[in-house]
């Protein structure tokens, strides 16, 4: 018993090996070596993160299509969005950083809103999602380069640094950044990796040993 | 666990990077799956440190081109500037907006700067298989893991401000080519911590009494 593998739980940062406790709800485990977290306890994961996922996929939408601030001069009022900016970073042959930008602020976020739809509505109704392992390592490997809350401090530097010298009107999609940052972050703390793969598991109807 | 740390690894063990899940390690069978998601298993992240080296060594040379050149050129009838990074957070100083320049600061020049030093210190010292205060060190990593992504701030803000020229010849800001250095040197220190393996720092220590 105590050396079946599905019960212990090595470190991700040390590797030390330990046993798994059953935690109470809100509660996290710490490697009792380095002090990383190891596994939470999240309450009602699956349908909270879910929640959260929809609201911020509808968000998402309108904060990319809306302009986040206009500017007025003259009595002209020029809109700017976050594809429009990317657009003109590209025509201005900054290839690389306008790149950088889709893919940090606009394809990651939208990857991931998408995986974990196609993950969690399946699991919501007691099916196993199709490829899940393919969306599990997707969220995984493009959890890092998702910047949503960076580029919400950006939008507000830029504001402060265009106040000095044009008449800024805030837009829909300023607001929607930032609860969209909320909600994303909502997400990934109600999130729980560790849940979905044992409800999979419960869902196969297989115990994996070994 | 009574004072003796038992690593995964020292168990012939190693959990999934994907699934965490524990399984048996088979060395001599070629390469291993795991049996409930189907990565591949490594004990640690292969070639860990060389590969960590490399992207760091690349962000070294880039960080020099990221602060000398300029990340943005802004004109208007009165004025017209070119701006390096440190230059652009002095001007927003000098223009009043103290809490902006000191998050610009923080995000542009301390972020980059503490993450090539953190990353060479923690590449040194599991070189030399130090015993020097792991559990720092390793708290370090995951400081480096988690502030990292706030350098892009800069490479945000020239990308919004940039749209201005859409606005027609009243205003002009262009990004120079010190934003393409310094988003870079962002890209592969990130790519650089992703490679590192914290595992590293505490094996020195396997199969020792570990006193608390």
Not at chain 1, 26 to 31: D, V
Not at chain 2, 168 to 186: E, I, L, Q, R, Y
Request: charged share 15%.
């Amino acid at each position: 018993m105590a050396d079946h593998p599905s019960q212990l739980i090595a470190c991700q940062y040390c590797d030390l090996l330990q046993r798994e406790i059953p935690l109470n709800p809100g509660c996290s485990a710490s490697c009792s070596r380095c002090g990383a977290v190891l596994y939470r306890n999240a309450t009602d994961s699956i349908n909270r993160t879910l929640a959260y996922t929809l609201a911020g996929a509808v968000l998402f939408v309108v904060a990319n299509v809306f302009p986040i601030f206009s500017i007025e001069m003259q009595g002209d009022r020029a809109g700017i969005n976050l594809y429009g900016a990317v657009r003109s970073l590209w025509d201005q042959q900054m290839e690389s950083i306008s790149l950088l930008v889709l893919i940090t602020a606009i394809l990651v976020p939208a990857i991931e809103l998408i995986s974990m739809l196609c993950l969690l509505l399946p699991l919501k109704f007691g099916r196993v999602p199709a490829g899940y392992t393919v969306f599990m390592r997707t969220l995984q490997y493009v959890e890092p380069w998702g910047m949503v809350e960076v580029l919400l401090l950006g939008v507000l530097v830029s504001l402060v640094k265009l106040t000095n010298s044009f008449k800024v009107i805030p837009g829909i999609a300023l607001w929607s950044f930032a609860l969209l940052t909320l909600l994303l972050a909502a997400a990934a703390a109600s999130f729980s990796a560790r849940d979905v793969w044992a409800r999979l598991d419960r869902e196969k109807g297989t115990r994996v040993s070994r | 666990m009574s004072g003796k740390a038992v690593t995964a690894a020292g168990r012939d063990l190693c959990s999934c990077h994907v699934c965490n899940l524990v399984s048996r390690w088979q060395p001599s069978a070629g390469p291993a799956y795991c049996p409930r998601c189907g990565a591949t298993l490594h004990m640690r992240k292969p070639g860990s440190v060389a590969r960590c080296w490399a992207l760091l060594i690349a962000a070294y040379i880039l960080y020099v081109p990221a602060n000398l050149l300029v990340i943005m050129e802004t004109g208007s009838f009165i004025s017209y500037r070119k701006d390096t990074i440190v230059s652009g957070v002095v001007h927003l100083w000098q223009t009043g907006s103290w809490m902006i320049a000191v998050i610009v600061f923080i995000a542009s020049v301390i972020i980059p700067l503490l993450k090539l030093i953190s990353l060479t210190l923690l590449l040194v010292s599991v070189q030399r298989r130090s015993r020097w205060r792991p559990k720092q060190r390793t708290r370090l990593y995951r400081m480096v893991e988690l502030v990292g992504r706030w350098s892009m701030l800069d490479i945000y803000v020239v990308t919004l401000l940039a749209a201005l020229v859409q606005l027609g010849s009243m205003a002009t800001v262009k990004a120079g080519p010190g934003a393409v250095a310094f988003g870079a040197v962002v890209v592969l220190t990130m790519l650089a911590a992703m490679q590192f393996d914290p595992r590293l720092i505490w094996d020195p220590f396997q199969n020792e009494e570990i006193n608390d």
